[in-house]
């Protein structure tokens, strides 16, 4: 089946405890983003990858990094987690960076303490 | 002001009812995307458009690329379409999303 995944679903933590979220798509796809989801403040792109060893900024990357060294997977690393990385994130790819289609995965909740 | 601007934010219509959701943009697009998600959070996309209009079931999209607009049309609404549609427009290398339309269809 055809997908995206994210592990964790569901992750509480501590300020300044490092964390990875998983992201891993069977698609072959080129072009992988990630999003968080704020109340009030909906949808905003965080880091994205045109292709392996290829990332860039979005409009919120201030605290995450990304890596991107295998086509499917691209994790999103919180080096120093603090309580306003406190979101619901998403991890989305498409078969590459045009008019596609984006699938995204099932979201992770993230909560800082 | 927004870049993605939506309207309503909120709406509620009786089972059976035809529904408008309304999307305008401000930038330069490649494509303006249609997402609908679920209470339990999860997102779909129901259409991309760069032009004209998609039709998918009782679902319609059009796209004015002239006046930067796009409006997603239900057709004889049902309780399980209730959920947030986002509107979202991709750039050159970014994507940016409205702020949702919570729909709410009552039996």
């Known amino acids: 089946e055809a997908q995206v995944t994210q592990n964790p679903r569901y992750l509480i933590t501590v300020t300044g405890k490092k964390l990875t979220v998983t992201c891993s798509q069977n698609?072959?796809?080129?072009?992988m983003s990630w999003y968080r989801q704020d109340p009030g403040l909906g949808l905003r792109q965080i880091y994205y990858?045109?292709?392996?060893?290829?990332?860039d900024k979005g409009d919120v990357p201030e605290g995450y990094k990304v890596s991107r060294k295998e086509k499917r997977n691209f994790p999103l690393i919180l080096e120093s987690p603090s309580p306003n990385q406190t979101s619901l994130y998403f991890c989305a790819s498409s078969l590459s960076w045009g008019v596609e289609t984006q699938y995204f995965g099932p979201g992770t909740r993230l909560l800082v303490l | 002001k927004n870049e993605v601007e939506q309207s309503p934010q909120n709406l509620t219509a009786q089972e059976g009812e035809f529904i408008t959701i309304n999307c305008s943009y401000s930038v330069g697009i490649s494509a303006l995307h249609w997402l609908q998600q679920h209470p339990g959070g999860g997102i779909v996309s129901l259409f991309m458009?760069?032009?004209g209009k998609k039709k998918h079931g009782r679902l319609i999209a059009t796209i004015n690329i002239q006046e930067k607009h796009s409006s997603l049309h239900i057709t004889a609404s049902h309780p399980r379409d209730s959920a947030v549609y986002i509107c979202a427009v991709r750039g050159n290398n970014d994507m940016r999303f409205g702020a949702g339309t919570r729909l709410t269809v009552k039996p």
């Open positions: 698609m072959n796809h080129e072009y």
């Open positions: 458009l760069s032009s």
């Open positions: 990858s045109m292709n392996v060893e290829v990332t």
